[in-house]
């Protein structure tokens, strides 16, 4: 990464320019050459060919324009008026012109909700694939995550809408949730949570009844994202349909109806949340609210769990992309602190400690970016047909979501502590980053449900670490340039890893279910970094990716004794190379990691 954008001699600076610089102003595209490495092995090369300027364009948006107004909108909360002045219950959420001028660069210019379903988006003539499709959300979060939840949920309701929903809802409502134009545009969410919790789902309160021949909604709503949003997908049970998962259904619920007039529910308060101010979530209270049924339901049992957790695995693939653009933001922001921060003569990034530092941040930055190309790319094979990439994506995507968001937490805490007393202060952009990274931790799953998921569903009950397996061994066995000595531990700790995982899923014990998550995400990253790495540095590229395997291996599969100095050879000459602009030539990262 080239800071020279940042970077002014110690003789021509002023008093202010003393203080540490930051990555406002540069463009986020150009500045990623992992990105721009990984593009040319996930994206086919007309269609890597086609997005680069779209992506460039994005990029530049994110560290200028899209960079201000998401600090405004942050500092700007929504307000709710819930009645209009004559008293009526005309409930309606002002947003301030920031947070209108982002919907119109995430929505209207760059149509991230709506270029996965339907052709055309940005000249590309068929749907936009997920591996080019998540660059967008990587690019757009590194400056603004609070926005990127209604687009992800606009974007995942025309999915479940589109799949599942009433041909006469998709008629009157999926043209305008897929539309850029902000005059026509309607944008969706999906409630879901009740005040007996989120994931405890078993015991929804929310019922749907069946007057003059329209299912009609009642009850109360707890947490509810993009809360004004003009298409809402409710989670309820019609009446008297089975206690427990088996009874819920999905329903379409408009704001407004046909005739313009307000659907009936209101939204009865905001949340005052830690982080993502920019975005209204507020409780609803349905009220006899009109809603369109997905599929044939009633007091029967019902499909709506089922196919809202289709929604469900898309976001988790979705939080495990923004965690990944945050975390890029993060490791940017450490950098150029560390480049442009001088102690006792020189920058710090010289010194040793804060080295070390900054490759604790780097190594998870760059997993989680294998991981999200690597989930994108198995989900378009999945999509396309492929019942072995089906099976990989049931493990893949909570695997993603759970340690990523967790990730997400230590790498925004650690980008703070390297820009120092100025990082606490809300001017600069760390002390957001740090706020709005705990959301990734609740949304769609706490890491312990994401961690339940994996060991008693994910293995126990479809092999899939058997599928994942498989999978990364056949990956190693086909990179013939990694050494036989590592390509052969990273196997050894693949089966490692899958004993362990299968051993906490069959004998239900879950304490360690989170242990058995991390081992698994990280011999995937690990495998995923390697053959990256060998794959870019035989076509004559940067292998650097190799040498992030292996302290992948170092720090979180290998043993180690914290009374014990060891020895920090590999990782010195490592970061010697990492915390570099220089490309690492394959035959350098082989006699390194085999060292």
């Known amino acids: 990464m080239n800071f020279e954008a940042v970077l002014k001699k110690r003789e021509d600076r002023q008093l202010e320019d003393w203080v540490a610089g930051d990555c406002h102003g540069l463009n986020f595209f150009e500045i990623d050459d992992s990105l721009q490495d990984l593009l040319t092995l996930y994206l086919s090369e007309d269609l890597r060919e086609h997005m680069t300027p779209v992506y460039q364009r994005l990029g530049a948006v994110a560290g200028n324009e899209l960079d201000d107004l998401a600090r405004m909108s942050d500092r700007h909360a929504p307000v709710l008026h819930p009645r209009d002045a004559r008293g009526r219950n005309r409930d309606w959420i002002e947003f301030h012109p920031s947070y209108r001028e982002m919907e119109k660069i995430g929505y209207g210019e760059f149509g991230i909700h709506a270029m996965s379903h339907k052709p055309g988006v940005h000249g590309w003539p068929e749907k936009i694939p997920p591996m080019a499709k998540y660059i967008f959300q990587y690019l757009f979060t590194q400056s603004e995550f609070g926005l990127m939840c209604p687009i992800s949920v606009t974007d995942t309701s025309a999915m479940l809408l589109e799949r599942y929903g009433p041909a006469e809802a998709k008629d009157k409502y999926l043209p305008r949730m897929l539309s850029q134009n902000m005059d026509d545009i309607f944008m969706g969410a999906q409630f879901m949570t009740e005040k007996i919790g989120g994931s405890e789902v078993a015991n929804f309160a929310v019922t749907a009844r069946q007057e003059n021949g329209e299912w009609r909604i009642y009850g109360d709503k707890w947490f509810c994202s993009c809360a004004d949003a003009d298409v809402c997908l409710v989670l309820a049970r019609p009446e008297g349909a089975p206690e427990g998962n088996a009874g819920l259904a999905i329903f379409a619920v408009p704001r407004e109806l046909d005739d313009g007039s307000r659907n009936d529910y209101r939204i009865v308060r905001l949340k005052d949340k830690m982080g993502t101010k920019s975005m209204a979530s507020g409780e609803i209270v349905f009220e006899g609210a009109v809603g369109y049924a997905f599929g044939d339901v009633g007091a029967k049992a019902n499909p709506g769990l089922k196919q809202m957790m289709d929604q469900v695995s898309m976001s988790r693939l979705s939080h495990g992309v923004r965690a990944a653009g945050m975390m890029r933001r993060c490791l940017n922001e450490a950098l150029v602190a560390a480049r442009t921060r001088d102690v006792f003569g020189e920058a710090i990034v010289h010194k040793p400690l804060l080295r070390r530092q900054l490759l604790k941040l780097m190594v998870p930055t760059e997993q989680v970016l294998s991981m999200v190309m690597h989930v994108a790319n198995v989900l378009h094979r999945a999509d396309n047909g492929d019942e072995g990439a089906k099976r990989l994506n049931r493990i893949l995507t909570p695997l993603v979501k759970f340690r990523a968001c967790r990730d997400n937490i230590t ?119 390697a053959t990256e790495g060998a794959a870019l540095g035989q076509a004559g590229g940067d292998a650097r990716r190799m040498l992030l395997s292996r302290l992948v291996i170092d720090t979180r599969l290998r043993p180690h004794d914290p009374l014990n100095v060891g020895d920090s050879t590999f990782e010195i000459e490592a970061g010697n190379y990492l915390l570099g602009d220089t490309k690492v030539p394959l035959d350098v990262a082989t006699d390194l990691v085999g060292s």
């Open 411 to 529: 790498v925004a805490t650690g980008s703070l502590e390297v820009r120092g007393g100025n990082g606490f202060i809300e001017d600069w952009v760390n002390s957001r980053l740090v706020r709005d990274a705990h959301t990734g931790l609740l949304w769609e799953g706490t890491s312990n449900i994401n961690a339940l998921d994996i060991t008693s569903r994910a293995i126990a009950r479809t092999d899939a670490h058997e599928d994942l397996a498989a999978d990364l061994k056949q990956r190693i066995e086909d990179t013939d340039s990694l050494p036989g000595q590592f390509a052969g531990e990273l196997v050894g700790l693949i089966d490692r890893a899958k004993s362990f995982a299968e051993e906490i899923a069959t004998t239900g014990n879950e304490t360690l279910a989170r242990q058995a998550s991390d081992a698994l995400y990280h011999v995937t990253t690990a495998s995923l970094l």
